[in-house]
């Protein structure tokens, strides 16, 4: 459900009724509850010129709708941004502390060349997303002053009725909307899995559908990853007049996870086992049911080591598939709780473990902390979420970051190929929990108060730093990384590794950027790798452009590249 920006220390806050009650009735409601954020902004783009409008932020585009809302326009698809980044300068169009204030926010996407109209047609029915743009008035706007001489904040009460705002004349009313207007909800399907076996003359019918949209898919992501050269590039400018907006904060981590979540369907397997999650999400009840039974049987007294993993194994699945299923787990509390539990747990024990007993017990905590990185997917403005990692000074925050480090002590050689491997794949699965962590802690490092506040990034280096196994764990990521760039094999990174190599690079970057202690163990122990064994003109070998997320990697190696060189 849609938040808007304005709060109180955390990322969410109150609503605004008027405008859910508008997107509740003029949006399907797969769709509308997977908003994110709805935010008041100063929009400037190549049709608009400073219009005060609502910027409304789901999973995959963002939607600018007017003041009062009427109609419900995409302004972009996070399938063609380019960039979101926040620029550094004073709007002449405001004054004062607002001008101070201000958040300019600049999204740069690519625009294609309009195919010809036949193409074009066919393809806006299988699609179904294309809009008319909304065409403003040739006047300008900016936000009201109030008596004080401010504008109002994000808040849109604070316009009066009297005095409204000029919008760009609705298509149609709210009332009886335009329906090409308002269908831009159907998302295709992705094939689903696999036939085991070929199937039989009474099934092929049922299975041209998934084929027909399995090619459609194919030809959409081709068209939607061409090459950015052959696109026309735009900018549109969103302009927050509000220092506790979060308006970027979303923006950036929405874009993260599209960019993720388009990467991994580029992988079979992956597709397979998060196929059911395109269909429509089961009712919540069923949802709650699954995840209430998994969560009494794995804290069942005398469940074996080998009955957890198949019921971790259960959990993580059914959380990829079912978004509902991961904001009931935070809103419980009781299973986050044991799992952080059972992850210091069996760490503490494993240095006193065989070889065997070892790999088992790394087993087991690489798919409690998988399942926990999965919880963390797509539920940053569930509220519970926030109050249970913060609870008591963030204890349990601070509890799961030193057990994700853990481990053999530092030094202790694995016993056998067998353990390394699966030394390994714990690893990996920390690095991603801590980048999940980390998108958490760049949120809450722009709040206000974010200076005494816990669950920031810096707050989340401190309290690594003081752990005996840190150093070895960033040098082991470090040490993955460049493995990766430094393999002479001219072979492109399945889509799983490109998306670890991407979390990977946030980070070392997150280390090298907030931590001084880290940022001199990576120069001092890694430079010279760095220098020799990283060549920026191979990344595109590695990270072909038509994969999603390869270019904000490289940009985040080219970052790297400069902290670890530079003098």
Not at 75 to 101: H, T, Y
Not at 333 to 358: K, N
Request: hydrophobic content about 35%; proline content about 9%.
């Amino acid at each position: 459900m849609a938040r808007t920006g304005t709060g109180t220390g955390t990322l969410l806050s109150r609503r605004n009724v008027k405008l859910d009650s508008f997107l509740k009735r003029n949006m399907e409601r797969a769709v509308y509850e997977r908003i994110r954020v709805h935010e008041p902004c100063v929009v400037v783009s190549d049709t608009i010129n400073k219009v005060y409008m609502h910027v409304v932020l789901s999973d995959e585009r963002v939607f600018l709708t007017e003041y009062p809302p009427r109609t419900l326009t995409v302004a972009v698809s996070f399938g063609r941004v380019r960039d979101i980044e926040l620029v550094n300068d004073l709007p002449d169009f405001l004054r004062g502390k607002d001008q101070e204030r201000c958040q300019h926010i600049r999204i740069v996407y690519a625009v294609e060349t309009p195919p010809p109209r036949r193409r074009r047609d066919r393809l806006t029915r299988e699609r179904g997303e294309e809009l008319p743009p909304v065409t403003p008035p040739p006047r300008s706007l900016t936000p009201k002053s109030t008596s004080e001489g401010h504008p109002p904040d994000s808040s849109l009460d604070q316009w009066t009725e009297e005095d409204p705002p000029p919008i760009p004349k609705p298509l149609r009313s709210a009332s009886c909307p335009n329906p090409q207007t308002l269908s831009l909800l159907k998302v295709p399907r992705p094939p689903g899995p696999p036939f085991s076996s070929p199937p039989s003359p009474s099934r092929q019918s049922r299975a041209q559908g998934p084929r027909r949209i399995s090619l459609i898919l194919d030809r959409l992501l081709r068209r939607d990853r061409a090459d950015p050269s052959e696109d026309k590039g735009a900018e549109l400018h969103l302009y927050a007049v509000s220092h506790s907006s979060t308006i970027y904060l979303h923006l950036q981590s929405a874009w993260t996870r599209f960019l993720t979540r388009s990467t991994l369907l580029l992988d079979p397997l992956h597709r397979w086992r998060c196929s059911s999650g395109w269909d429509p999400p089961p009712p919540s009840n069923r949802s709650g049911w699954l995840l209430g039974r998994l969560s009494r049987e794995l804290q069942r007294d005398g469940v074996s080591p080998e009955a957890s993993c198949l019921l971790l194994r259960e959990l993580r699945t059914a959380a990829r598939r079912d978004v509902a299923l991961r904001r009931l787990f935070w809103r419980s509390g009781d299973l986050f709780v044991f799992l952080v539990r059972s992850l210091e747990d069996g760490l503490h024990g494993v240095q006193s473990l065989s070889g065997g007993l070892w790999s088992d017990q790394l087993l087991l905590s690489t798919l409690i902390v998988q399942t926990l990185a999965v919880m963390f997917r797509d539920t940053e403005v569930e509220e519970s979420r926030m109050d249970l990692l913060s609870a008591n000074r963030a204890a349990l925050s601070s509890r799961l970051l030193l057990a994700s480090i853990g481990g053999p002590e530092p030094g202790r050689s694995p016993v056998d190929s067998e353990v390394r491997v699966f030394l390994d794949e714990f690893r990996d699965a920390a690095c991603s929990l801590l980048f999940e962590m980390l998108l958490l802690g760049h949120q809450a490092s722009r709040g206000p108060s974010s200076d005494s506040s816990c669950l920031t990034v810096g707050w989340i280096l401190r309290v690594l730093q003081g752990h005996p196994h840190l150093l070895p764990f960033i040098s082991h990521q470090a040490q993955r990384l460049l493995l990766v760039l430094s393999d002479r094999q001219d072979s492109a990174l399945s889509p799983p590794q490109s998306v670890l190599l991407f979390q990977r690079c946030r980070l070392l970057l997150a280390c090298l950027q907030h931590s001084s202690l880290l940022n001199q163990h990576l120069r001092s122990h890694f430079r010279e790798e760095f220098r020799y064994c990283v060549e920026p003109s191979r990344l595109d070998v590695k990270l072909p452009s038509h994969v999603p997320i390869s270019r904000p990697t490289v940009k985040l190696i080219n970052c790297i590249l400069t902290a670890v060189l530079k003098d």
